[in-house]
Structure formats: structure tokens, C-alpha cells
């Protein structure tokens, strides 16, 4: 087990009809005057917004909008934002949605405080220490930003999607999540939520760090919980209780808990990071694309957590590590489609990808060689996104 | 799922040589002037609190020593400490130690800051909203103390032992986690540690709450890792990589991540809170000897939950649940005694047992019927103290 530093301050506050307690938790957070960051149509429609300024106006929070924020969330709006708490001497932000309104939430409160261009964090040039305090009302359970200090910007000018990690400056103060905010979620974004929370496990969970038996039992245990409650909320949109279980499991996959004192991969998220920038896809289904591919070329090269994951999470019962991980690999591929995922980059809806792009891309973006559980040149990821096709 | 609220602000620093950041973390907490409480003679004998001290002087900060803390702390060293800390103007409090030093150091920073006596909170006549900032440097995986908001303080006139728990008033700021400091507990005391944070696990695993797939998974997933680790502590103590599983486990076990959205239990705590105070037996191994009696009551009147325990946990493949619940029972026994836990109250050492009183005062310090995942009475909790014997 490696060192390790872990605090999560998150206060979760979780349960039907939490919503109305966001006034008061942004007053607690000592905020007056916040900026509500959100996303297209459905929060405006299903009467939360109104539900959330509503509750702000009963503590005299004053507030300031905002709205349109896309998926894969871009630098542009951040600027606009960062500009807006400048200009009206605002105090905190609030992120209402899923991660891309939360992901430019923190954007923003980290860049407000910050006298140079936000991107300089997200490019590697400065390290942020601080941001204006964060709360959200989570409505997508898929990124788990509710509960991380990670926050993922597109930037428009060569579309690179590079993702934040923060200790604990961008971990949002609190996090709304009320499960019923996701009985409208249509069926592809619900799966497509699931794929990215059981990626976020995967890159824990696929390290060579030795002796990590608690953070590899934790981390297959929320995986087992995800399988299993996966087909009822795809069966029963509005089965409260599967809904409640994949919102938290959804935190859980990214706040840390299953990463303590190991070395992480995150190459399958860079290099979905890249499909989502060129192709504008959904980061999960392209996520469910990605990982078996992986998982694939890992076969070959380092089995040996790739079976441990097949025999504890999908109870493969084959004693030769290479035959178990495929195995494994098989009946993720198959529960990828069971939910409605893709699993190749075809199904993905792109006939002819232009493989070299990403690759350069995924390269230029994060270094010659990537990953942890297995260290891959150009040459190799080259051969992963070939899997995928 | 029930509605919940979860916030764990403590930050975790683990790994070798950590103590060494002590006065950093301090500084941080925003303390100068700090009480520090230990236990007996191994945190002096071992050169720590000589080390924690030289990391306080290098930081400047000033400290008052309250040492001598005995297992099952009482209110008397709670009244000292805090008298000290009026005293002498102090603004934070440390534990160094165990769950004993530790529970105390609570106490004391809660206690400080209210006017009445302090064990208005414990006797549930006052609520705890605020302490001194706690920081903590642990040498004992077991009571978790170190990331809960919890204390347990025995007291002395009537031997009540009481467990308070708040939201975050007495959540440690931090706790320094080394699992070297750990190398040099006894075999007795390592597996009494064991016994407990395994305790912590089935008081929120055995539940009537229905649709908690998350939190069940997890805690069977830290169950497996502590089953995993415990016989390689056990025969080699300084082996470092499964000491720091199990001071992890440790922490997982009770910081509530396991508990999350679900009823609670806690007779097996009361019922061993009850022959700690009389006949002052270590906390874990009377919960070795509650827990299979505990358990096996269940097997005849609620063995839902013990059959999906045997079955998870222990991989008992018996279809039938009462069945399946007694084979698990088994293996837990097997379990206890292969790591030199008694699983008897006879193996304790207590020959006859007052049991008329342990049951008197049961239900005197928690009222008439207790628990949650079955309904006792005095009738039954009596039963569950012969089942023991």
C-alpha cells in the first residue's frame, strides 16, 4: 500500500425532496450572493431550478444565473462565469445538474480567485489551492463530482478535454442528492452514467500496487452493487430504491474511497477523452467503448487483475489467469449491451475514425508514454482504439 | 435506502512516518496551544510522543500533557482535562493512542466549550454542536475513534458506559495514520482490535432497512479484507502491508461509509459496554463472545440478514437460511479463536457471571427494549447473555 493523504469535507445530504434544504446549506457554506450554474432544458423544465432559487430566496441568498452549459463542458463559459463573479462580487457557486454544469462550477470558483487564465491549472502551469466555496444539486449520477475535487474543461481552441485534480479545493462543500431527480433521465443517459461510475472504479482498480486488499474489496464491492442494481433502473426508471443505490454508488466510484494508497491508471478516460472532443460522445457510452478494448490488450500483456476482476466482480470460476480475464471481459461486454451501451467504437456511430488524430492527440495531451497499470507509447494505444473498432 | 446525511471532513494522513507532520497539521487545525492525551506507558516508552512533541516544537506550538489514560476511559480524567484546558487557554486537543486515549480527548474538546458538566451529552441532556479542533495520532486500529464523531466514556460512580455520537462536532480535523506504530501491540490486543472493527461493520450491516445493496456490499467488502489480513498480522506483526489494511479496515469500519442510508443496531455494543464496566474485560474480546450469542439468537427469530452474511461473507453455499445463518455463526467462531479471541464469556475468564445485573443495567442505561435489527427486551437480552455463557 503507498502513502496516502484522503479527506473528503463533502457534507451529502441525500433523500427525497432535498432540494428545498439548498438555502440553507449555501447560507452554512457563509455564501450571500452565489452564481447558479446549470445545464439545457430539464432542470429549467421539471420546476427544480425554480425549487432551488426558491429555497435560496428563504435565507435572502441573492443569485445570479448561468444556464446552457452543454455536455463536455467548454472554457467559454467558464470565462463568461468567472467574469460574472467578478463583476457582481459573488461568493460562491452552486452547480445544479450533472457533471458538466458541476465540472464548470468548480471551474469557475477556482478561476475567480485566480488573477491569471483558469486554463493555467488545467494545462499543468499553476496548482490551485483555493476556489469560492461550491455546493451542488446533483440531478445525473455519472461523474461523481458531487464528491471529487476533479473537474473536466474542454478547451474550444484544439478541443483538448483535460481533467483537474484538486486535494480538496474543488470538493463542493455540499452535495444535494435527492434520487428522484433522476426518474427522467432517458435510458441512454442513465447507462451512459453507469459505464462512467464503474470506469471511474477501474482506474483504481487496475494498479500494480501490491497489498491494497481493502481498497480492491471496497472497490469490487461497489462494482457487485452497481451489476446488480443496474438492470432496475433500466427496467423501472422510477424504482426509487435502484435509483438511490446507483446515486451513491456513482459518488462513491470517484470520491476517493476506492483509491486510497494506490497507484491510479486513468488511461481509458484519457483516451475516451479524446473520442468525446473529436466526436462530441457521450462520455460513458464512449467509456464502455474504451475499457473492454483495454481490458482486451491487457489480456496479453498484464492479466493478473484483469482475472482477479473477472473471478471476484463476475464470479468466473477459471483458474488460468489469461482464459478468466477473457472470460471477464465477456460478460462486461455483455452487460454493456444488456443496459444499451455500445461496446465498439462503430456502435459508437462513427464508420471511419480517424485513428491518428487521437492518437496524436491523446499523446500531445498527456504525454509520450500514459498509464499506470500498464505504460503505453503511441504504438500501443494505437492497437487499443483498433480493438475498439 | 433511508435519507441520510454523511459528511467525513477528517483528513487522513497514512503511511510511514507520518507522526512527523503532527505539528503541521496542528498549525493547520488553527491550534498554538494544544492538550495532549495518551494512554500509558508504551506511547512514552516507544520515543512517539517525544516525536510528536519535537513536531509541535518545530511549529512553535505549545502543549500540556494529560497522560495515564486507562482502557475504558473514565469521566474523572475528563473533568481533569478539561479543567486543564481552562486553565491554560488551550485551543486544541490531541489523542495519542488508542480508541481510550482518543474518546477522551473528544470529550474534553466538547466538554471545554459548554458551560455544564459534560456528561449532560452523554446522558443525552444536552446535544454537542462544537469542540476544540481534535487531531489524533493513532497506534491502535480498533475503536475507529479516529474518523467517527463518536466518544465512549465510562462513568465511575454506577460503572455507565456510555457512547456518544455526534454529526461532525467531535469528527478528528486529522489523524495521523502510521501503520509501523502498530508493529509492537500484543497478539491479544491486535485481535481485540480486529474483533471490533469487525463489530462496527455488523451494528450497521444488520439491518431490517431494505434496498441498501451499496453500503452492504461495502461493509461485506471490508469484512473479506479483515478476514484476508487478520491471520497475516497475526503471524507476523511487523508485516507492514497487512497492518496498514487493517488500520485502514479500521477506519472504513466506523466512519459511517458502511452505514450510509440504513437503520442501525448497536445491542451487541451494549451488551459488551455492560461486561466491560463490571468485570473491565477489553472491549473486543467481549464483543467476540456477545456477537456469535447475538447472532445465533437471530438464527431462530430474524436470520434474513445472517444468511446473506454467512453466504457473502463466509461463502456458505446452504440454501436454507437458517442453516446457512448456524454455518456462518461457525466459521465466525473458527474465525475468532484462530486469532486467540475467547468467543465465551467462560473464556473471558468470568466464571459466574452476574448476569441479572449486566441485564438490570442493560436497560437502565438503554432503555427498555434496544435494537433495531430485532426488537430485546430484558427477557431476550438476558437469553442472549446465557447463549454466551
Redesign the interface.
Known sequence: ????????????????G?ESQTGQLTRSMGSTRVLIVYGGGSVVRSGLLGRVKQSLDAEGIEYFDLGGINPNPTDDRVYEGIELCRANGIDGVLGVGGGSAIDTAKAIAGGALYDGDFWDFYAGKAIMTEALPIGVVLTIPAAGSEGSGNSVITKLDGLHKISLRTDTALRPRFAVMNPELTFTLPPYQTASGIADMMTHIYERYFTNT?????????????L??II??APKVMADPENY??R??IM??GT?AHNG?CG??RQEDWVSHFMEHELSAVYGVTHGAGLAVIVPAWLTFMVDHNPGKVAQFARRVWDVDIADDRLAAIEGINRLKDFYRSIGMPVTIKELGIENPDIDLLVKKLHENKGEVIGGYYRLTATETEQIYRLAL
Open positions: 500500500m503507498n502513502d496516502f493523504k484522503y479527506c473528503t469535507p463533502t457534507q451529502y445530504v441525500f433523500g427525497r432535498v501490491p497489498d491494497v486488499e481493502v481498497t480492491d474489496r471496497v472497490a469490487e464491492g461497489v457487485k452493487a446488480n442494481e430504491e435502484a438511490a443505490n451513491w454508488c462513491l474511497v486510497t494508497g
